[in-house]
């Protein structure tokens, strides 16, 4: 497609999604501060649906016609809501910074890229697995690297990975099964069920006491705004109308941005070594996404 005849927001699209996606991972941390992470989910989630229904009411948007089409919002609302942003925030709880979880989710564009060719139609070569392993090897640059600052745990790692599977497993249902919902609904209804997932495990596993403060509220107005409705209705935008595997390859640059974000709000360090790592992760992320032939 002409980048000309691109409508302008398409165009603005990949810039306004990369600080609002990457600025969410410090941002998270801050309300986590003050609230456990299924009971801070269960808010922006709830927030999110609060949100959007006088909207829904003023456009009246197409809801999808038959049963599997919900099952499909559904599924993905799963996915992404409530299987990757549970994880990541639990893997936040066990001690992992933003930018380090940021690094590890930076590998999504290159899973997708080698999963693509059966779930998302799309072609993959044998430099996507050369990508692979330059992503991997930049994780465990930054993770040693910050070993003397924050020293990994396997708790800590096996929330991110979990995290990772599952945004992965999100973007490529959505590419294979979505039907190109309004966002409204679209988002409504993913919400609505990321909140039927969390709300659950918030009442029976966490306390659910709150710390109200200005910088809670906040936190929570722009998880749920920034970093929920307007960013993925954004993502969806973008997987629908381009290749997936080229969408997801904005991911390399949020690990950097997060980073920056985790240092500015929650003072947390970045050696010298870890950016190296954070740079050969980008040169993975940049070799999928610029190659497409078999």
Request: hydrophobic share 60%.
């Amino acid at each position: 497609m002409n980048t000309n005849k691109k409508p302008l927001w398409l165009i603005l699209a990949p810039v306004a999604f990369t600080i609002l996606w990457a600025g969410g991972y410090g941002i998270a941390k801050v309300g986590l501060q003050y609230a456990e992470p299924m009971t801070l989910l269960s808010m922006r989630f709830s927030t999110v649906v609060i949100l959007l229904f006088p909207f829904f009411l003023i456009f009246r948007p197409a809801l999808p016609k038959h049963p599997k089409e919900w099952g499909h919002l559904v599924v993905v609302g799963v996915l992404v809501q409530a299987v990757y942003f549970g994880f990541c925030w639990w893997a936040f709880r066990s001690g992992v910074s933003a930018g380090v979880l940021a690094i590890f989710m930076s590998l999504q564009p290159i899973l997708v890229a080698i999963l693509a060719p059966k779930l998302a139609q799309e072609k993959v070569s044998w430099l996507r697995w050369l990508g692979l392993l330059l992503g991997l090897t930049g994780v465990f640059i930054v993770i040693i690297a910050r070993s003397d600052i924050e020293p990994p745990t396997l708790i800590g790692v096996s929330f991110s990975v979990m995290g990772l599977l599952g945004i992965t497993s999100g973007v490529l249902y959505e590419k294979r099964f979505g039907g190109g919902h309004h966002p409204i609904v679209a988002n409504m209804v993913q919400y609505a069920a990321g909140f039927a997932v969390v709300a659950p495990i918030a009442l029976i596993f966490e306390t659910m006491e709150v710390t109200w403060t200005m910088e809670f509220f906040a936190a929570l107005a722009y998880l749920a705004i920034g970093n929920s409705i307007l960013a993925i209705s954004l993502l969806l935008a973008m997987i629908r109308a381009g290749e997936v595997s080229r969408v997801s390859s904005l991911m390399f640059l949020v690990p950097p941005l997060a980073a920056l974000f985790g240092w500015v709000l929650l003072g947390e360090e970045m050696p010298l070594f870890a950016w190296v790592g954070m740079a050969v992760a980008a040169i993975g992320v940049l070799i999928v996404s610029k190659n497409k032939t078999v």
